[in-house]
């Protein structure tokens, strides 16, 4: 079983930054894939970011592309996601997601059927 709190999230102007992070419980957060997405009332989830095993492969929508950084610590058991030059349409909720079923190369980490864990969320406010 793993639990993922999320925190960070608030009120920021368009044009600024933002850093939410989500906490896993757990002793196998470093072999778990972990996910970002978010959702606005009325819309579907999207796929925000995702970061393998190690760090060493990550994963972005192309939206946010240049903007939004993924990393995780294993040893504090959290993965980050770093939001610069925040948009109005980036006003969402951001869950974050923990595949626990160890890395595949080729899986399609955007979906958010690989995940088994996800957290409550935290609402991220970017206003115009």
């Known amino acids: 079983q793993v639990q993922l709190v999320e925190s960070g999230g608030g009120l920021v102007q368009a044009g600024g930054s933002l850093r939410v992070s989500c906490a896993a419980s757990?002793?196998?957060?470093?072999?778990?894939?972990m996910g970002w997405f978010r959702q606005d009332p009325g819309k579907e989830r999207e796929f925000v970011a995702a970061?393998?095993?190690?760090?060493?492969?990550?994963y972005y929508a192309d939206s946010v592309k240049g903007r939004f950084t993924i990393s995780r610590d294993d040893a504090r058991n959290t993965v980050y996601l770093q939001m610069n030059s925040l948009k109005f349409e980036d006003t969402a909720v951001y869950y974050c997601?923990?595949?626990?079923?160890?890395?595949?190369?080729?899986?399609?980490?955007?979906?958010?059927?690989?995940?088994?864990?996800w957290g409550q969320g935290t609402q991220v406010t970017v206003s115009s």
């Open positions: 997601a923990a595949d626990v079923g160890g890395y595949i190369i080729g899986r399609d980490y955007s979906s958010d059927r690989v995940y088994d864990y």
């Open positions: 757990g002793r196998t957060f470093s072999r778990n894939t």
């Open positions: 970061i393998s095993p190690s760090g060493s492969r990550l």
